[in-house]
């Protein structure tokens, strides 16, 4: 009897074990750019304190931020036991790089939880995400899934979206809708209406990962983003927004001085801790 409650004591000790990363934090060389260090730090924290003890299905979502996700995970030794779902190209190089298992959404449309950057959050968990031309994929990922959690660096916590994210708010629009929408958008009071280029890498705008081109709006403080999303969302060409509302559960920050923080909804209130 005794042998058998040490026995199964043991089996999920070693269970527990499995999940655990193999290389405590403290015991990595800092990285040498303090921005690059807080962004490890956030997302690192944030796939120990949140990665399920029976994981199915991952959400791996995009940026630069998220590439430390994809590593903390890829550091499991149950690595090979779950699915990992990207938000797009980059998402998925990421999960074989690392040597995890890769599904699609259509596959598995209900996720345990995901990880995502974002580029500006504010006081109740809602982003704005697409500053890396993903925010379809990335949303449609992130809703399928029971839990979202955000990381990212000291630069992105606001207490009010478009405060610190000026370039705009990124939104995806059927290429041939382009001018349309930005009348739409003049109309709607956009201070800024930006048709995002590919940059020295490609003449022209840039294409997102579903063909589609991006429109950065910037409409100063968003004091309702909710609104804001749906309005947007009901204009013609507009396929989405990279305004994400009442989702996020948590957000991960790293912080300048080497301390994590996080906001996190309890009940119906965010603490920040
Ligand atoms: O389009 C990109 C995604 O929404 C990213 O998650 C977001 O831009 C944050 O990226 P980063 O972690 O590079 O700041």
Not at 21 to 50: F, H
Not at 97 to 103: A, E, I, Q, S, V
Not at 136 to 162: M, T, W
Request: charged share 25%; aromatic share 8%; hydrophobic share 35%.
């Amino acid at each position: 009897m005794l042998l058998r409650l040490f026995g199964s004591k043991l089996l999920s000790f070693q269970r527990s074990f499995t999940k655990m990363p193999l290389i405590p934090y403290s015991q990595l060389t800092p990285l040498s750019d303090p921005t690059e260090e807080s962004k490890r730090l956030s997302a690192y924290k944030a796939v120990d304190e949140n990665f399920p003890d029976t994981p199915k299905v991952i959400g791996i979502g995009s940026g630069s931020t998220v590439i430390y996700v994809a590593e903390r995970i890829g550091q499991l030794d149950n690595k090979r036991d779950f699915i990992c779902i990207p938000t797009g190209f980059q998402s998925k190089n990421l999960i074989l790089d690392n040597g995890l298992l890769l599904g699609s959404i259509e596959q598995y449309p209900e996720l345990d939880i995901t990880f995502d950057g974002a580029d500006e959050i504010d006081s109740n968990l809602n982003a704005i995400k697409g500053g890396g031309a993903c925010l379809f994929q990335e949303k449609l990922v992130a809703y399928s899934s029971k839990k979202f959690v955000l990381v990212a660096d000291h630069r992105k916590k606001s207490s009010d979206l478009g405060k610190k994210w000026i370039k705009g708010i990124p939104i995806e629009v059927v290429p041939s809708a382009y001018v349309y929408v930005e009348n739409k958008l003049k109309e709607y009071g956009a201070e800024t209406i930006t048709l995002r280029q590919g940059g020295s890498a490609k003449a022209g705008p840039i294409i997102t990962d579903n063909n589609n081109f991006l429109i950065d709006a910037h409409f100063g403080i968003v004091s309702n983003p909710r609104e804001l999303h749906l309005k947007l969302k009901n204009t013609l060409g507009i396929v989405e927004t990279g305004i994400f509302t009442d989702h996020a559960k948590r957000a991960y920050f790293g912080e300048k001085d080497g301390s994590v923080t996080f906001r996190t909804i309890e009940g119906d209130s965010v603490l920040e801790i």
